[in-house]
């Protein structure tokens, strides 16, 4: 009787699914070096994405930590002038200023008493005029690059600020001790000191630091900005995680054919495959979790817009991170199960249908569809809501009912449609790349390689091209929203400095401006004539004065001959004269003879008779005191002092633009006259309203900026592996004489046709997809052609330099010993 035995390997392969799944993942790490390898390529791909999934599931810890830092350090905003000095409280000058655009945090302090609250970051008070500084600025001032901004800041260095008086490791901030400070109105004789600080008054009276605001909703325009950028910044990385763990295939499937003979059916290798799949993945998670780690001490020495954030503070949200824990398995998965089912294993190898596999057309292009309808139905309910447009009954809108897109469900709708948008333009792209290249022939060497190697497998360089290309679709879309807000920006500058007279030729300015001291506004400007950076300087006091009942105003510069004729030209002037500048056709001028009271006296005062007679003077070119409407010009004898008293202090210092570093000489002129001062330049004063936004957009356009270096550093580990996979056939070619720059053009065509193909597409969903931001944010549609070239053209050069650096892996590979095979 002949014995039935049963194959060795049968009951290796005929296991439960999760077995088999266990089976692809020990191939994975014990299938030899070219398996290992395999496995590592993947994980690091995978981890680079994964750590951009949890380092943005942890911006909301680093939001919420970086608030509290902030309320922590809320000190003069809660101050009182009317505060009584005791042994508990301290006075505190804001001396914050810029430095090369860079924002300082400043204060000089001095406590009253031995109870004095401690500034958070301090361990003690600095003496007079000895300065605590942060860890950032004090590098800044010990270099090179900070020599101008040590003559602002000539204090000794005596101590340091600690994390707890910081937002971020990279924060400017200085405090420096003062006996001479004095709230403002002055002080009494008795507080007076020594020395160290400022000699003037203006300080705040506080007893603590720190408070608690509720929170604000996030303004319209921030949320869609922010929406929209978490989605970009995030579904390339999304789509770039589900290629990495599709390193290898090729070579996968073909090791498969061996398990064939053991017995297994397809629905069993494709398990094994995935678990292979599973295995990169688990080890990219934790690679992950090493890059966020590594990433976060090293972001500490980064700022982005002046914004910095301390490592303990990047802190995955739990929940978030687990969903990202859960997700990349499954995901790796489903993508290996998904990219086997039109695999067929035969025993003897790995067979193919001799014609492609037909892609289905009808599925992807309802997805973006789908995201196109959302985003229409979410634009037009947005305009329908500020009433902009009136919309048909039975309208998409009307059906699915949505309102302004700070609707939760109007926002659900926004987010879902630009993701479906940007996964269509991804799962497009493998199609369009075949109908492509199936009609291309003919060619040089180089460029039969690269379209025959596409047309067998398009599939890999879609994969590997799919995240670059939604990355500039998104940024292109983020670029149009930047641009069209600019241009409204600009428009409403245009519009204000018209009004304000000012031209597009005058030389910026300076402003100080000192609450009720127009007393000593001559003593300044004379002080601070001559300074570096400057070419004129002009104190005046300045009146804002009404009629009462009639409403009728004025404004008045008060000042002696000589600042009045920097304005105007005055045929003579003596001490007591009065003119008016800008009177013709100016029904709103103020008439001789009327009586006008300053408009914000507290108590009120007397008011001042207008003399019957007010000879007109005509306008200079000037960039001093531009404003709407006729300008009174009088000297201090024609001001009755009660007038007078209510009068704020000013100087103007014209900016010459052809000194190097002119605002930070004026800032270090200022300061040495009137510490604690800031001046205000009146060509940047329209960048305060949206200040929000602009560091948002900034850090935004940092963040896509690193996606997409971190997509094509992984690019660059995709396509080294594939060049592994076709070693023995580019050896092959070697030797077979095909010249290494053929290959290496080959390799170059086969980024560049993808690339190519994904970019024109990429750039019309951008710029429709900016035009739909734009429309919710209410702007007019504004396409800026220029960034949209400008991205596409970076998203070339960085595949392409990629590609590049493939080159030397390519002729190592291409060397004839690649033939020997174990």
């Not at 802190?315 to 990219?339: I, K, T, Y």
């Not at 067979?351 to 139905?377: D, F, I, K, N």
């Not at 019309?764 to 739909?772: C, F, P, R, S």
Request: with cysteine.
């Amino acid at each position: 009787m002949t014995e039935r035995r049963t194959p060795p390997d049968a009951g290796t392969v005929r296991r439960p699914a999760l077995g088999q799944l266990a089976m692809g993942a020990r191939l994975a790490v014990t299938g030899g070096r070219d398996s290992v390898l395999r496995t590592v390529l993947t994980a690091l791909g995978v981890g680079l994405g994964v750590a951009v999934l949890l380092f943005a599931s942890a911006i909301p810890a680093m939001k919420h930590h970086r608030d509290d830092r902030i309320h922590a350090l809320v000190d003069t905003m809660h101050g009182r002038d009317d505060m009584p000095r005791s042994a508990a409280t301290l006075l505190l000058l804001d001396a914050s200023t810029e430095y090369r655009d860079a924002e300082i945090r400043g204060r000089y302090v001095r406590p009253e008493g031995p109870e004095a609250p401690l500034p958070p970051g301090l361990g003690r008070f600095p003496e007079p005029g000895r300065m605590f500084v942060s860890p950032a600025l004090r590098d800044l001032l010990g270099s090179p690059e900070g020599a101008l901004l040590r003559e602002r800041l000539p204090a000794p260095i005596t101590g340091e600020v600690g994390e707890a008086g910081l937002t971020g490791p990279r924060d400017l901030t200085f405090w420096i001790g003062s006996d001479t400070l004095t709230v403002r109105g002055g002080a009494d004789p008795s507080e007076a000191g020594t020395g160290g600080g400022p000699a003037r008054d203006g300080a705040t009276r506080l007893d603590s630091f720190g408070d608690r605001y509720p929170p604000r909703d996030l303004e319209p325009l921030l949320l869609l900005l922010s929406v929209v950028g978490i989605v970009v910044l995030l579904t390339p990385v999304a789509l770039f995680v589900a290629a990495a763990t599709r390193f290898g295939g090729e070579a996968r499937d073909r090791r498969l054919a061996a398990l064939r003979l053991a017995g297994a059916d397809r629905a069993m290798t494709a398990r094994i495959a995935a678990g292979e799949s599973l295995a990169g993945a688990v080890l990219g998670l934790a690679l992950g979790w090493l890059f966020l780690l590594l990433g976060r001490q090293l972001g500490e020495h980064v700022a982005v817009n002046g914004v910095s954030v301390f490592a303990r503070d990047v802190e995955p949200q739990p929940l978030l991170a687990a969903v990202v824990m859960a997700a990349v398995p499954v995901l790796a998965v489903g993508v290996a199960l998904v990219a086997m089912r039109p695999v067929a294993v035969e025993p003897l190898g790995l067979v193919r249908a001799a014609r492609p596999v037909r892609r289905r057309m009808w599925w992807r292009l309802a997805v973006p569809a789908a995201g196109a309808a959302l985003l229409a139905a979410v634009a037009t309910g947005a305009t329908r809501s500020t009433g902009r447009l009136a919309v048909e009954a039975g309208s998409l809108t009307a059906l699915v009912g949505l309102g302004s897109y700070t609707d939760p469900p109007a926002l659900s709708a926004l987010v879902a449609g630009l993701v479906l948008l940007l996964i269509g333009l991804a799962v497009l792209l493998p199609a369009v790349l075949d109908l492509v290249t199936a009609r291309l022939a003919g060619g040089p060497p180089s460029w039969q390689l690269a379209v025959r190697r596409l047309q067998l497998s398009g599939g890999s360089a879609a994969r590997s091209t799919a995240a670059v290309v939604v990355a500039v679709a998104g940024a292109i879309a983020l670029q149009s929203l930047f641009s069209g807000v600019a241009a409204d920006e600009a428009a409403r500058f245009d519009r204000s400095a018209a009004e304000l007279g000012l031209s597009g030729g005058a030389s910026p300015t300076a402003r100080l401006s000192f609450f009720r001291e127009g007393g000593r506004s001559a003593e300044y400007a004379g002080r601070l004539r001559g300074a570096a950076g400057t070419t004129a300087v002009i104190g005046y006091d300045d009146l804002f004065l009404t009629a009462g009942a009639s409403g009728e105003r004025a404004r008045v510069m008060v000042g002696d001959c000589a600042a009045l004729s920097t304005v105007a030209v005055l045929a003579s002037c003596a001490d007591g004269s009065v003119f008016l500048r800008g009177a013709e056709g100016d029904d709103a001028a103020p008439r001789p003879g009327t009586t006008l009271a300053p408009m914000y006296a507290d108590p009120p005062v007397a008011g001042w008779r207008l003399p019957d007679g007010l000879p007109a003077a005509a306008a200079r070119d000037t960039p001093f005191v531009r404003g709407p409407g006729a300008l009174l010009l009088a000297t201090p004898g024609a001001v009755p002092p009660q007038v007078l008293a209510a009068a704020d202090g000013v100087v103007e210092l014209a900016v010459d633009p052809a000194v190097p570093d002119a605002r930070d000489l004026v800032r270090n002129a200022v300061a040495g006259v009137l510490p604690g001062a800031r001046p205000a330049f009146a060509d940047r004063w329209a960048d305060r309203p949206d200040r929000a936004f602009r560091s948002v957009a900034r850090v935004l356009t940092a963040a896509v900026t690193i996606t997409l270096l971190i997509v094509a550093a992984s690019m660059l580990v995709g396509l080294q592996e594939q060049l592994r996979e076709r070693r023995r056939v580019l050896a092959s070619l070697s030797a077979f004489g095909t010249r290494r720059r053929t290959l290496g053009r080959s390799v170059l065509w086969q980024s560049a046709v993808p690339l190519l193909l994904g970019l024109v597409p990429a750039a019309a969903v951008g710029a429709g997809l900016g035009g739909v931001l734009l429309r919710l944010a209410g702007l007019p549609v504004h396409i800026a052609w220029t960034g949209v070239l400008a991205m596409a053209g970076t998203a070339a050069a960085a595949v392409l330099g990629v590609t590049v650096l493939t080159l030397p892996v390519l002729f190592r590979m291409a060397r004839p010993d690649g033939l020997r095979f174990e």
